[in-house]
Structure formats: C-alpha cells, structure tokens
C-alpha cells in the first residue's frame, strides 16, 4: 500500500488491484498501472474539495469510478457547457449521508458532514479508510449561541457512530482558522476510534501545526500514530 498526499484533504491510496482518491482538487497526482480501477471520492461541493478537472482522468485510465457526495450536481447540459462527455454520468455513484454502498468489492459508508456533504469510510483489500471531508468539530468565535453547541453535538454524534472502529488510515481536519479549537474534531477523533495512521488535513498549508498539535495533553498521547504531512509518500 502505497498513500500519497496531495494537497490540502487530497489523498490518494494505491493498493494491488485499485486507488482510492479522496477530495483531489489541485496539485500533482502519481501515475498509476492503467489495469488498475481508479475509484475517486469527494465529499462534497466546495471547490477546496471538488473540481471538475477529476473527470479529466477517464481519458487517462480505462476504469475509472467516482463517488460523490449528493450535494455535487450534475446533468448532461452543465457538463457539455464544461466541455464533459456527458457520458462520464454512467461512472458516477450519488453518496447520501448514512448510507452504505458495496460496489466492485469496495464497502463504503457514509457519515454526515458538520459542514457539507458526507465523509467516508471505505474497506478495499482488507483495508479500511477514515475520509472525513469536511466532517469536523468546527467551532467559530463570534457565532452566535447556540451555533457552537449545536455543532459540538452534531460532531459528537457522527464519531460516537463509528466508536472504537478501527481504520488503518484516517485523514482528519486539523484546521489553524479555528484558534484555540483547532485540534478539538481532532482529539475526539483519537479518542473514540482504534486508527493506526492518522493524517492531518484542511491546514491551509500550515504543517507547523501537526508539531504544535503533538505537544498538546492529546496529541502526546498519539503521537506516534500521527503523521507529517508536510512529506508526501508513506510506502507501507
């Protein structure tokens, strides 16, 4: 298994027979085996989380698949607009929030988002995966009660739905704009479920703050599980 990070909640997962790719909107991806399935993932319609270009990788490899958060609307009119072969509709799979798919020997299953659309959790291989899209504890100073209750509720309930669920890799927000709460979605995290590898994500590229969550009373405890995704390709 290979994991590569992209940018920003972009990641990709290379496994024997297929790659998983969650919430790919900008930089470099890897060239993959053109036997292999491409199965691409994104939670919902923020454009730090979706852009059109991922349709592009169907003129690229002969089997591709895309899972979509609901929220992502489509038609054939909008994608001919685009310059899209509105075919590309045939390879697209709606996800609705709690819902459990299997296709082609994947699992998935969706969580509802705090923020839009869903975040997922995907077996392939023996594996399971953790993308939580924009599935976080967000709380903003200034919202007005009880906004930030309400959302610490939500959250709570999503994780407490998958409690000691282990996953071999999970990619979790860890987001500088919240201030004082920024490792708060992510400490739950920790705490509630059994993942081996944990990948900070949505850090507007500022990596310092995967040191500066290490330090914090739950970040020593799990450390080690936490990696440093200011590096981009975990062989493992």
Known sequence: MKITYIYHSGFAIELNTCVLLFDYYKGELPLWDKGKKIYIFASHKHQDHFQLKIFDLVKKYPKVHFFLGSDI????????????????LGQITKVEKNKSI??????????????????????????????????NWWHWEGEPYPWNENMEKDYKKEIDAIQGMHFDAAFVPLDPRLGKAY??????FLEHTAADMVFPMHMWEKYEYIGKYKTT?????????IMETDRTEWEL
């Open 102 to 135: 299997s296709l082609e020997g994947l699992e998935i299953r969706s969580l509802r988002s705090t923020d839009a659309g869903v975040a997922f959790i995907v077996c392939a291989e023996g594996y399971r995966f953790y993308h939580a899209g924009d599935l």
């Open 183 to 188: 490792g708060w979605g992510m400490d739950y």
């Open 73 to 88: 609307k489509l038609n054939e009119k909008y994608l001919e607009r685009n310059r899209i072969d509105p075919s590309v």
């Open 217 to 225: 009373s739950v970040g020593k405890r799990y450390k080690e599980r």
